[in-house]
Nanobody
Framework: EVQLVESGGGFVQAGGSLRLSCAAS????????IGWFRQAPGKEREGVSC????????NYGDSVKGRFTISSDNAKKMVYLQMNNLTPEDTGVYYC??????????????????????WGQGLQVTVSS
């Protein structure tokens, strides 16, 4: 059974940083893709970033480019999202997700919710002004 567990959320002031972690289990980590999404109250779930070992690719949403960095530790089956220079607009529930098929973050659909089959429980990130 595939399981994704997020950790590292919390409360931070604008301009601060947080690092989110996603622990993956139940699937092979030598050919994977993991995406990060977020959802603010009253808004659609938004693709934030993606990392894939299949083509060594990463991708980022326009609103986080230059501020967020996604990385992975294959030995630990962990994916991280380093978030710097946070703004109140980054507030929301953050989820990590994985597709059930071979997936490339460099391709179309990396930021579409329907591309992913497995989801973590989500965690809250709150950025105060």
């Amino acid at each position: 059974e595939v399981q994704l567990v997020e950790s590292g959320g919390g409360f931070v002031q604008a301009g601060g940083s947080l690092r989110l972690s996603c622990a993956a289990s139940g699937f092979t980590f030598d050919g994977y893709a993991i995406g990060w999404f977020r959802q603010a109250p009253g808004k659609e779930r938004e693709g934030v970033s993606c990392i894939s070992s299949n083509d060594d690719s990463t991708n980022y949403g326009d609103s986080v480019k230059g501020r967020f960095t996604i990385s992975s530790d294959n030995a630990k089956k962990m994916v991280y999202l380093q978030m710097n220079n946070l703004t109140p607009e980054d507030t929301g529930v953050y989820y990590c997700a994985a597709p059930s098929f071979r997936f490339y973050c460099s391709g179309y659909g990396w930021n579409r919710r329907v591309s992913y089959d497995y989801w973590g429980q989500g965690l809250q990130v709150t950025v105060s002004s």
